[in-house]
């Protein structure tokens, strides 16, 4: 029993931990993240990247990126659970598992409206740069002390989308599923520029 319970408990705290090291603090007031300045007179926000410039205030559901089939070749998951994390607008999907040996993994997405992939935290692996269907991006593993990946994608210049996987048997076995998962599933969904 004991161990049952450290195998669906782990990846939960574990989660909150990946999730709480993407997100950073800043002092000082909150203001609008895209107010427009003196020198833009009203013209329409454009960007050099291949990410455009729109940001995540278009994806209104991140289930939308994410679907249970997406993930049927990795195995059978429990129906997507959403809610808000970290300042993050979250859909996760836990494995469903057999036995108490098993890994259980929990493969999700976060919605970042007012955080770019440069600000992307070291969750105990370093972070590495990373190539996502020609969408430069961030990947934060958790190294040895946890079994877990984050792979951050940008949307526009401020804003972006982490996929994450939890309770993998190592850390590079969670960032090779969510590298794998961004580039066919997440990835070509989300707003171009």
Same mark, same amino acid.
């Given at each position: 029993?004991?161990?049952?319970?450290?195998? =669906?408990?782990?990846?939960?705290?574990?989660?909150? +931990?990946?999730?709480?090291?993407?997100?950073?603090?800043?002092?000082?007031?909150?203001?609008?993240?895209?107010?427009? %300045?003196?020198?833009?007179?009203? %013209?329409?926000?454009?960007?050099?990247?291949?990410?455009?410039?729109?940001?995540?205030?278009?994806?209104? #559901?991140?289930?939308?990126?994410?679907?249970? %089939?997406?993930?049927?070749?990795?195995?059978?998951?429990?129906?997507?659970?959403?809610?808000?994390? /970290?300042?993050?607008? %979250?859909?996760?999907?836990?494995?469903?598992?057999?036995? +108490?040996? #098993? #890994?259980?993994?929990?493969?999700?997405? *976060?919605?970042?409206?007012?955080?770019?992939? #440069?600000?992307? *935290?070291?969750?105990?692996?370093g972070v590495v740069d990373r190539d996502i269907n020609g969408r430069k991006a961030k990947e934060a593993s958790g190294g040895s002390a946890v079994a877990g990946c984050t792979l951050a994608l940008p949307v526009g210049d401020s804003s972006r =989308?982490?996929?994450?996987?939890?309770?993998?048997?190592?850390?590079?076995?969670?960032?090779?599923?969510?590298?794998? =998962?961004?580039?066919?599933? =997440?990835?070509?969904?989300?707003?171009? /520029?």
């Amino acid at each position: 029993m004991t161990k049952l319970l450290t195998r =669906v408990v782990l990846p939960l705290l574990a989660g909150g +931990a990946l999730l709480a090291g993407c997100t950073s603090t800043q002092g000082g007031t909150a203001s609008p993240a895209q107010s427009p %300045s003196a020198t833009e007179s009203g %013209s329409p926000e454009t960007s050099s990247s291949s990410t455009g410039g729109s940001g995540t205030q278009s994806i209104t #559901d991140p289930c939308s990126l994410l679907e249970m %089939s997406d993930l049927s070749s990795y195995g059978e998951f429990l129906e997507p659970r959403k809610q808000t994390l /970290g300042g993050a607008r %979250s859909c996760s999907y836990q494995q469903k598992i057999a036995s +108490a040996s #098993d #890994d259980q993994k929990v493969i999700g997405v *976060n919605v970042r409206d007012a955080a770019s992939v #440069d600000q992307t *935290n070291d969750t105990g692996g370093g972070v590495v740069d990373r190539d996502i269907n020609g969408r430069k991006a961030k990947e934060a593993s958790g190294g040895s002390a946890v079994a877990g990946c984050t792979l951050a994608l940008p949307v526009g210049d401020s804003s972006r =989308v982490d996929v994450s996987v939890l309770g993998a048997h190592s850390a590079d076995e969670a960032c090779q599923l969510a590298e794998a =998962v961004a580039k066919t599933a =997440v990835e070509p969904r989300l707003p171009k /520029g």
